[in-house]
């Protein structure tokens, strides 16, 4: 009987712990009307604090501190956060229906926006825009004032042949070959998932990443939509994501990893890949698991191939 009861209290406090854990971390974005769309658990964490260079000093980031509350929008044009913006947004051209730096595009989707911008727990700092004139387009900045970190995200439709939705998340002081979610802060992953949300973005899109070598490489799914278990329609989604990762990294392959590339074309190797997986995972116990391990490994193979400039 007292064994029964202890693990009864133990079961309690656990919970009660987790829902303290969650209430104290969480935050808040600005409130939406409508439904909020699935999203993934942040992937495990595997920061690595490394791939960030050039760290801005934090004594030249303590001004932000008094933007809190303040519209998105008015922070945008301000000139010292203007100033700052430069030393994390890469200097590449990006395509946003045209061909144009990124910075334009930025100043376009941030243009009026009533956003608040969210200071939480002393160090992050994260601006909204949650409409742009056209495709779309939404924009997402994000500043770890302590640890001098400057992170940004554009979703759009592109029209221009490459996959579509698609998430384009950069910062100039990264300058990798190959990434996963995981590898960016655990913080920044959170507070992206919750911009998706509340700016009602599919749960699962291309995902890119522009580098502060002015180069876009995908930026891979690990997150993992079954966690907690969920059943067959979880297993989908990560079978999703694994095929828009797939398509994102042919695509990328194909434009030479170009920030603003266009192509229409599909490779025939692509298609004939797929048609093998396919007919390969059918003849399994379970065809999804198995389509997802095998795209997995064949985005592994892509990526390790020789990269031309």
């Not at 509350?69 to 229906?97: I, Q, T, W």
Request: charged residues 20%.
């Amino acid at each position: 009987m007292i064994p029964s009861v202890l693990r009864i209290i133990a079961v309690l406090i656990f919970f009660i712990s987790g829902l303290a854990n969650a209430q104290a971390t969480s935050a808040p974005l600005p409130s939406s009307n409508e439904a909020s769309p699935q999203i993934a658990p942040p992937p495990p964490h595997s920061y690595d604090p490394s791939i960030f260079q050039k760290r801005l000093p934090a004594d030249q980031l303590t001004f932000l501190t008094r933007f809190a509350g303040s519209a998105s929008g008015d922070l945008y044009r301000n000139k010292e956060f203007h100033k700052l913006l430069k030393s994390f947004v890469p200097d590449c051209m990006y395509h946003y229906g045209k061909d144009m730096p990124l910075l334009d595009a930025l100043e376009m989707v941030f243009h009026g926006s009533p956003a608040p911008a969210l200071f939480r727990d002393g160090r992050y700092l994260s601006l909204f825009s949650h409409g742009g004139p056209y495709l779309r387009g939404r924009g997402f900045l994000w500043l770890d004032l302590q640890e001098g970190i400057g992170l940004g995200g554009f979703y759009f439709q592109p029209t221009n042949g490459e996959p579509s939705p698609a998430l384009s998340v950069f910062s100039r002081q990264v300058k990798e070959e190959t990434l996963k979610m995981s590898q960016l802060p655990p913080e920044f992953a959170a507070d992206l998932a919750q911009w998706s949300s509340a700016s009602r973005l599919p749960p699962i899109t291309a995902r890119y990443f522009l580098t502060g070598s002015n180069r876009r490489i995908l930026l891979e799914h690990d997150e993992d939509y079954c966690s907690p278990p969920k059943g067959n329609p979880c297993d989908q989604m990560n079978a999703d994501a694994a095929d828009v990762d797939l398509n994102a990294a042919y695509y990328l392959e194909q434009v030479h990893y170009a920030t603003n590339a266009t192509a229409w074309m599909i490779s025939p190797d692509q298609m004939a890949w797929i048609n093998a997986r396919n007919s390969a995972c059918q003849a399994g116990p379970n065809p999804l698991l198995c389509r997802i391990r095998m795209t997995r490994e064949r985005i592994v193979i892509i990526n390790r191939r020789p990269r031309h400039t």
